[in-house]
């Protein structure tokens, strides 16, 4: 055990001493390059000099999570990579001009909206539960019809058929009036989930009835949950047997620096729950491929939010599979 840990902690040294240097680069580098805009063209703007910094912290992020995977075993919130909001402090510390917030998230601890739907293109069941387990929480504040409504819906728009599911469906009939068509196809972002029937804003980002829905799902990653980074109300989905006390005595477990190297096994819940019924395991997973970065950048007057997904595969390089600004 002292030589796990010793060799976490050099990973950790590493990995800081890593973020140190590439924030200073990073900050280098815009100056470098804005000086030589500046220069060249008097219109150089302050959300250009945005974007630079954007795609520089990106670039680190990258960095940081081949880091971490070539030397974990598998993913937690334990790793460097879920202080993301550290490092976007420290990187906004040393951009004098403006303000850098930003975090991490892992997308493979969310439902995927793709994994509703089976090859075959019926429900696969497992999912399905782990849905209704989910929008049934008070949290959100719906219905069982609304429930229904919204996977019911999801189905149909990812399966090929024309066929509406149940009462609560929607095929391309339930979309001509709003100037569109049911996909057939998988969702390709997170917000595609606002076309769908039985979906509003209301559900989707919350108001003051409930919780908004949004931060549970992904459009990308895979279908395998991550145990490890998955919010509570998720843990608290994969049994109905689960409440929230046990959930955040799970969540407890898992952020304590003792038990990394339990939380390689996905099995680590049965010393929380030894006595309850085993989780569906076949839905599970302790490492990750996917991550989201939520950024905001400030500089005077201009303001700029940007979404990115990061793709790491165990085999190669991490890439940037996705890029939003509002």
């Known amino acids: 055990m002292g030589k796990y840990l010793t060799n976490k902690q050099g990973v950790a040294l590493i990995t800081t001493v890593m973020i140190v240097a590439l924030v200073v680069t990073m900050v280098v580098e815009f100056s470098r390059t804005a000086v030589s805009e ?47 909001r550290g490092y976007f402090s420290s ?36 999912q399905k539960k782990l849905w209704e387990r989910l929008l049934r929480q008070p949290r959100f504040g719906l219905t069982g019809d609304q429930i229904d409504a919204i996977t019911h819906g999801v189905k149909d728009w990812i399966d090929k058929d024309d066929e509406v599911t149940g009462i609560f469906g929607a095929e391309d009939t339930s979309y001509r009036s709003r100037g569109y068509r049911c996909r057939n196809g998988t969702f390709h972002t997170l917000e595609e989930l606002l076309l769908v029937n039985g979906m509003t804003k209301e559900i989707f980002f919350g108001n003051e009835r409930g919780e908004g829905i949004h931060p549970y799902f992904t459009a990308f990653g895979r279908s395998e949950i991550n145990i490890n980074t998955a919010p509570v109300p998720i ?3 994969f049994s109905d047997e689960m409440t929230e006390d046990i959930a955040l005595e799970m969540d407890k477990f898992r952020r304590d620096e003792t038990n990394r190297k339990a939380l390689e096994n996905k099995t680590w819940y049965k010393d929380i729950w030894p006595y309850g019924n085993p989780l569906p395991e076949n839905a599970m997973t302790t490492s990750s491929v996917t991550f989201s970065v939520h950024m905001k950048i400030s500089l005077r007057e201009n303001v700029k939010e940007i979404k990115a997904i990061i793709f790491r595969p165990l085999e190669s390089e991490p890439s940037l599979i996705y890029w939003q600004e509002t």
């Not at 500046?38 to 081949?66: C, G, H, P, Q, R």
């Open 91 to 126: 990187a906004s510390a040393a951009f004098q001009e403006g303000k850098l917030e930003g975090e991490i998230l892992d997308e493979c601890g969310k439902l995927n909206l793709n994994s509703l739907v089976g090859e075959n293109g019926q429900f696969d069941e497992t």
């Open 235 to 237: 843990l608290m989905a």
């Open 38 to 84: 500046i220069e060249v063209s008097k219109n150089f703007s302050d959300e250009k000099k945005i974007t630079y910094l954007a795609v520089s912290s990106i670039n680190v992020l990258k960095d940081l999570l081949m880091l971490e995977g070539t030397h974990s075993k598998g993913d937690t919130l334990l790793e460097e990579w879920a202080n993301g």
